[in-house]
């Protein structure tokens, strides 16, 4: 039998790798756009005709090519970028397989200037289907052009392929800004067909992200800023009334390199959780700078994919340092609790001694002692740390009031210079399901039922709640279908965190001996029938966490009602425990707790 194996010729070799590394325009914009960034570029332009179809260049101001490299870069394997197999694991650059050019090369006809900077003359290359057609000087500017015309001229099946325009073009746009969004500080311009669609001035992170979508994004997301010694994060992350039905600007990029990771994406949503509707998707920009020994970025030709050696810490960190963002800004920006600065204390009079603090108590206080609240239902009585506000303030004056002395006390001279004393606002109730007072920075709109809905949610989430469980003087009996019973008994162990005591009796009978003190023995049944059929709702969607489900039931269950009419101490108490909540503008399940309307909108 004849020997039948061949070596394939170099065209087609670097025709077959061509099909992996450029499957569309896009990608060999991608490519290009890439090696202009390795090569040091401050300055970049895209231009673009007919979706990259006749023509797709890209001219940077980079180092440019000797002219032995500018004939040698369409070789395969040809890289500057790496020596030996070991830079594999030190990568910086975009690039490093040294394929792309020696691909778009063999299926396009390919046209390169570049110039040095300490260079004279600059060489032209024009090669066809990998064929060098012509190599001679020519005068340009510093850097590379690089004009790829007629993409798979010579592959008519890929050709063929190609999708419409608007389609072909909204991938070399996603491409376009996915390298510019990361690449903040270059400035880019981008034309298709001679309109220019993209005109972006090097800056910080916001800016780049405002001169892409629009100014108000600046307004839209909360900075992300954590350095630990596996990963660096920054960036930005949606404010959650600003997420969408669809998941539409999640970017994450890894060392300047725009990447898919689900996993990571996936933490960002978790952090999430409880902040937004289910079904609603937050938008974030995010940046992890990781030490390049400890990824694998060789795992997919175009390099989107790649692995992290430290994936579960990355994924607890990312998580982490989302949270902390939504908590930490969610209070600070929307509350504007009476700025810091606001506060003036003037000088110290001449002879001011200043006095050693000193803390006032009042030996006769019992907490337990607290008087009970209609119309709450009694919910908000195990509160710690807020307590009833306007007691709190009474008891406040009498302790705080002057020593008689000789001396200036602070607290006279700030009483003198009428620094705002933080007490609690009149409050009115609208419709029975709002509650309106005023805030240093305007109007405060509250719907009682969902604020409630969150003060009550981080209070059982805390395990504050134990305390309050009080013993049934006749116990309860309650009863569910033998699945829904299944179900109760799994809930069993986190109910009895919140202060339940439940027990057995036969398969689908329990009895419940405790309750928190807040709940009604005679409402039990119906209490936990509303549970289940809340739980296994919420169960299906996307919350797999067993006791965050059952608390945010609970939280639904146990709150004050749209249409409970409220006692003045009790709005009072609902705005101090909302505020003391780290997440007070949403409720657990998405919803808007709160809208503070500034004075200059009032009556616009
Ligand atoms: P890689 O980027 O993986 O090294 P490419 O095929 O994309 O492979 O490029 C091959 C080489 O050509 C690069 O390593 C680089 O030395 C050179 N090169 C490509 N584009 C440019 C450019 N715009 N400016 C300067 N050098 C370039
Ligand atoms: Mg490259």
Known sequence: MPDIINILPDSVANQIAAGEVVDRPASAVKELL????????????????????????????????????????????????????????????????????????????????????????GTQVVIEGSDIKEQCSCSCSNGTSIAVKNLFYNVPARRNFLKKDSIELSHIEEIFRRVALINYNIDYTFHHNGKLLYDLHGGNFMERIAQMYGQNYQERFYPVNESTDVVKVYGFVSKPEYARKSRGEQYLFVNHRFIKHPALNAAVEKAYTDLIPDHYYPSYFLHLEVDPSRIDINIHPTKTEVKFIDESALFTIVRAATKRALGQFGLATELEFNPIQEVDFPPAPKGYVPQQPQVHYNPDYDPFKSSSKAGMGNIVTSQPRGGQWTSFFDLKKEDTAPEPTQQTTLTEMQTEN???????????????????????????????????????????????????????????????????ADIFSELIPDLQKQGFEIGALGQTTFVVSATPAEIKDSELQQLFDQILTEYKGIMMQKFSDRRQCLCRSLARQMSVKAGTLLQQAEMQQLIADLFCCPIPHVSPSGKKTMAIIPPEKLLN
Do not use: W
Request: aromatic residues 4%; contains cysteine; glycine residues 6%.
């Open 34 to 121: 890439e090696n202009a960034l390795d090569a040091g570029a401050t300055k970049i332009q895209l231009i673009v005709k007919d979706a990259g179809r006749t023509l797709i260049q890209v001219i940077d101001n980079g180092c440019g090519m000797s002219d032995c490299d500018a004939r040698l870069c369409f070789e395969r394997h040809a890289t500057s970028k790496i020596h030996k197999a070991d830079d594999l694991f030190a990568i910086h650059t975009m690039g490093f397989r040294g394929e792309a050019l020696a691909s778009i090369a063999a299926i396009a006809q390919v046209e390169l200037k570049s110039k040095m900077h300490d260079s004279e003359l």
């Open 418 to 484: 009428k620094v705002p004393p933080s007490q609690p606002q009149p409050c009115l109730q609208l419709m029975g399901s709002y509650i309106v007072s005023t805030m240093p920075s305007g109007l405060l709109v509250i719907d009682q039922q969902a604020a409630h809905e969150r003060i009550i949610y981080d209070r059982l989430m805390s395990h504050e709640s134990n305390a309050a469980a009080q013993q049934l003087l006749f116990p309860v009996n309650c009863q569910f279908s033998p699945a829904d």
